[in-house]
């Protein structure tokens, strides 16, 4: 499972961006979100504007709440099967 910060439009709620968290901080990074041991960590977690500034420091981006909602959420990476198309040199 990968994690990522995803940021969503304040306006239309459309998904305008989103950054990998590196593995060896996704445990931080949940921490930081809330996410409750207890909890399977398969949802999306809102980050306050704390939450979103934590993280922003550490994976070097700039926050911009007034703009933005902020989630914390996972996903499954794509296979790679090894298969490459006919069109690829």
């Known amino acids: ?3 990522r910060i995803v940021t969503y439009g304040r306006p239309d709620e459309r998904m ?4 990998v968290i590196p593995n ?3 445990s931080w990074a949940k921490q930081v979100a809330g ?3 207890e ?3 398969l949802g999306e977690y809102l980050l306050s504007e704390d939450q979103t500034r934590a993280l922003a420091q550490y994976l ?3 926050p ?3 703009q933005f909602y902020y989630y914390l959420e996972p996903y499954e990476a794509a296979e790679d099967t ?3 198309s006919a069109d690829v040199a």
Do not use: C, T, W
Not at 16 to 19: A, M, Q
């Open 39 to 41: 909890d399977d960590g």
């Open 24 to 26: 060896n901080a996704v």
């Open 60 to 62: 070097g981006f700039k």
């Open 16 to 19: 305008r961006g989103s950054l």
């Open 82 to 84: 090894g298969f490459q």
């Open 1 to 3: 499972m990968i994690y």
């Open 35 to 37: 996410v409750q041991p």
């Open 64 to 66: 911009e709440p007034e």
